[in-house]
Nanobody, 120 residues
Framework: QVQLAESGGGLVQAGGSLRLSCVAS????????MGWYRQAPGKARELVAV???????NYADSVKGRFTISRDNAKNTVYLQMDSLKFEDTAVYYC??????????????WGQGTQVTVSS
């Protein structure tokens, strides 16, 4: 059974920084894409950033230049460095692993979410 475990959320003042981490565990042969989504109260879940296994990245326009995604394929881990945080970045951040290859199948997985709160 594959599981995603996120860490690094918390409360920070506007202009501050946080680093999120997500580790995928289980009998994993490979993971295609890993990324971060977020959901603010009353809003739909939206893409924040995603990175392919080969290193290609895609960012939401709202975070370009402030957030940086990285991953360690050997450790099945993805990171999100968030700088110059704004009040509107407040949300629950979810880790996503797409195209996870194990012994019997290929599936997508979500983490349980970690709260990021930015005070103005």
């Amino acid at each position: 059974q594959v599981q995603l475990a996120e860490s690094g959320g918390g409360l920070v003042q506007a202009g501050g920084s946080l680093r999120l981490s997500c580790v995928a565990s289980g009998s994993i042969f490979a993971i295609n894409a890993m990324g971060w989504y977020r959901q603010a109260p009353g809003k739909a879940r939206e893409l924040v950033a995603v990175m392919s296994r080969g290193g290609s990245t895609n960012y939401a326009d709202s975070v370009k230049g402030r957030f940086t995604i990285s991953r360690d394929n050997a450790k099945n881990t993805v990171y999100l460095q968030m700088d110059s945080l704004k009040f509107e970045d407040t949300a629950v951040y979810y880790c996503n692993a797409e195209g996870v290859v194990d012994a019997t199948s290929i599936n997508d997985y979500w983490g349980q979410g970690t709260q990021v709160t930015v005070s103005s």
